[in-house]
Nanobody, 118 residues
Framework: QVQLVESGGGLVQPGGSLRLSCAAS????????MGWYRQGPGKQRELVAT???????NYADSGKGRFTISRDSAKNTVYLQMNSLKPEDTAVYYC????????????WGQGTQVTVSS
């Protein structure tokens, strides 16, 4: 059973930091590009960052220089370190696993709320 479990969200003041974690099933982690997406109030879900199985990263412009995505194969976990947070970063953050197995498959976590407010 594929499972993605996020943690680490919460309330933080502007300029603060948070680290999100997403633990994945071993069956998919090693074969998937892992990513973080977010959906702010009244907005569509958007890409935050992705990391391939060999560690190649990609970031949306909104997070470049502030966010860092990483993965730990020993723990089957992907992280998103977020620094210098802004109120506009407020959103539900979703973990994603994308793999190819006959066809492309996308798996999603349940989401974790990040609120940036003073």
């Amino acid at each position: 059973q594929v499972q993605l479990v996020e943690s680490g969200g919460g309330l933080v003041q502007p300029g603060g930091s948070l680290r999100l974690s997403c633990a994945a099933s071993r069956s998919i982690f090693s074969r998937s590009t892992m990513g973080w997406y977010r959906q702010g109030p009244g907005k569509q879900r958007e890409l935050v960052a992705t990391i391939t199985t060999v560690g190649t990263t990609n970031y949306a412009d909104s997070g470049k220089g502030r966010f860092t995505i990483s993965r730990d194969s020993a723990k089957n976990t992907v992280y998103l370190q977020m620094n210098s947070l802004k109120p506009e970063d407020t959103a539900v953050y979703y973990c994603n696993a994308r793999m190819y197995d006959v066809f492309w498959r996308d798996y999603w976590g349940q989401g974790t709320q990040v609120t940036v407010s003073s």
